[in-house]
């Protein structure tokens, strides 16, 4: 039965990746029915250098429908909201994108303290469920490496957005946003037409660990699991952008950091389940159209093709994800290529990564895993 379903995954795999490579009209214009499910085979448990650990069987096949599997990390606390009529809370970790419901005296406890006292925790989670399942403090002598790497002000990009009252040709405007590039030093700031924009996101895709290898870059990139690690794929894609193509980009952030607001998007490419975020982050480049330069982002767990950066934001606001409240972009922040995840709930601050260590760490930890078990 193994061997079997592992055929059959290698021949959807090989599908994929014809449909990947041709780009037919049906490849780009709908989502594609082959990408819903499946990952690269894993050899066995990662540990990142936050002692990330993932707990998937070894047996060379993806994880199984409706199997309750946890992951493991180090993490701050970027902030705790309240969750109305109830003891429980919902907890906004640097290191992850998600929200988590955190459920228990005890352990709502300790993320309330450890968020106080700036202290970090080895957290065990549910990520398809949203579930902190167990909580520790590290040993201040245990320290989390992401608090050693450099910490930056981006307070300049940030900026309030209602996309229900701002029109998509100001959104799509990058001088009226300003998200021109315009200070890349040795790289064009501008991407010459649309078909040049998606030749380069084609290669980007074909990196994905969903597909086989071996693949052009030293980690594939998992953009079969849209859950987690945008952080590190957006790193990643601009750093191909950057040094195969030469061409300038920026990072977009976006956020749901105010009330009661979440981000929903619907896993359309990998089964169709539902995620809530708290902060996203792609590649956002410039392109030239006929009518004019467009910001344009480059997010192939969300889409099939560049994307106008007014479409991304919107689909972060998908109303079919969104249980008892309003999905709800807060607010955007339009960062250099060189702001890696945010420091704190606020999205003024933002850690950085230049030795890519962090960012390899989370591709290889995320290859096997997927968005819809």
Known sequence: MISALYKYRKLLSVAALSCMVLLSDSCIKKDNPILQRGAKCSSGPHTDENNTATSLATTGEAMPAGGYHTLSSKVTVAGIRNIEGSASVEVMFNENTEFFTVTGTTLVQTVKDALKNNRQLSISFDPWKGVLVSAAYVPVSGG?????????NGAAGAR?????KVSNEQIDNPSAMGVLNTTDPGLNNVIPDFTTAQLMFDYITRQCCYLPG????DYCIPFQYCIDGCYARAHKMCWIINNRYKYGTKKIFSFANSGSDKLCVQGQKWGGCCIRWWYHVAPLVTVQTPTGPKAYVFDPAMFNQPVLLSTWL?????PACAAGFTPNVTMINVQPTSSYAPSGSSGMTFSTDPAYTA???TLDNYAALITCP
Do not use: F, G
Not at 160 to 164: F, N, R, S, T, Y
Not at 214 to 217: E, G, H, K
Not at 314 to 318: D, L
């Open 214 to 217: 071996p693949y052009a870059i």
């Open 314 to 318: 919107h689909a972060q606001e998908n």
């Open 160 to 164: 309030a957005i209602d996309l229900k």
């Open 144 to 152: 989390l490496s992401t608090t050693a790497r450099t910490t930056v």
């Open 359 to 361: 960012t390899n760490n």
